[in-house]
Nanobody, 117 residues
Framework: QVQLVESGGCLVQAGGSLRLVCTAS????????MGWYHQVPGKQREVDAT???????NYADSVKGRFTISRDNAKNTVYLQMNSLKPEDTAVYYC???????????WGQGTQVTVSS
């Protein structure tokens, strides 16, 4: 089993920055992709950014140019640097990873990001 633990969510003013951190533990394969999703009440969880073991990244259009995902494979940690935050970025942010040899997703418990206008 894999455990993902996020931190870094808080209240921030519009235009501000935050860095979310997610550390994986347990039966980790460092080749597992990692990423960040967000969810607001009443809506489906949506992807913000993903990163492969080799560092290839993908971003949702809504965060391109503002968010940067990175990872430290030695520490089994993924980061999400969030800049130029907008009130519409307010959500619970979840860390994500996927097993290598089977179709199974792992999720963290979520961290609340609130952007005030």
């Amino acid at each position: 089993q894999v455990q993902l633990v996020e931190s870094g969510g808080c209240l921030v003013q519009a235009g501000g920055s935050l860095r979310l951190v997610c550390t994986a533990s347990g039966s980790i394969d460092s080749r597992m992709p990692m990423g960040w999703y967000h969810q607001v009440p009443g809506k489906q969880r949506e992807v913000d950014a993903t990163i492969t073991y080799g560092g290839s990244t993908n971003y949702a259009d809504s965060v391109k140019g503002r968010f940067t995902i990175s990872r430290d494979n030695a520490k089994n940690t993924v980061y999400l640097q969030m800049n130029s935050l907008k009130p519409e970025d307010t959500a619970v942010y979840y860390c994500w990873s996927r097993a290598i040899y089977r179709s199974y997703d792992y999720w963290g418990q979520g961290t609340q990001v609130t952007v005030s206008s």
